[in-house]
């Protein structure tokens, strides 16, 4: 079994700053690329940003310059730095991971439970 768990999420001010953080965990031989997405009401899920296990990253054009993605590979976690936060950033945010697991060999995508974050204005 592999689970990833979200924590961080919150009700911040305009202008303020959140950080998100994602472990995963479990039978876990490999984790490949780490995601964050999120999914406002009435809105489609938008990929936000992604890390490869290298350490390259790529930003939605909403976010970039105020998001920040990292990961630590030993630590299997991922986390995302949001500053200079605004009300359009309200959504829920996911955890995504790609993970190959000692059982099955086989690379499958993951998700975490989602996390809210509220901006007022």
């Known amino acids: 079994q592999v689970h990833l768990v979200e924590s961080g999420g919150g009700l911040v001010q305009a202008g303020g700053f959140l950080r998100l953080s994602c472990a995963a965990s479990?039978?876990?031989?490999?984790?490949?690329?780490m995601d964050w997405y999120r999914q406002a009401p009435g809105k489609q899920r938008e990929l936000v940003a992604t890390?490869?296990?290298?350490?390259?990253?790529k930003y939605a054009d909403s976010v970039k310059d105020r998001f920040t993605i990292s990961r630590d590979n030993a630590k299997k976690t991922v986390s995302l730095q949001m500053n200079s936060l605004r009300p359009e950033d309200t959504a829920t945010y996911y955890c995504?991971?790609?993970?190959?697991?000692?059982?099955?060999?086989?690379?499958?995508?993951?998700w975490g439970q989602g996390t809210q974050v509220t901006v007022s204005s």
């Open positions: 890390i490869t296990r290298g350490g390259v990253t």
């Open positions: 479990g039978n876990i031989a490999r984790v490949n690329d």
């Open positions: 995504v991971a790609e993970i190959i697991d000692w059982l099955q060999s086989i690379a499958t995508l993951y």
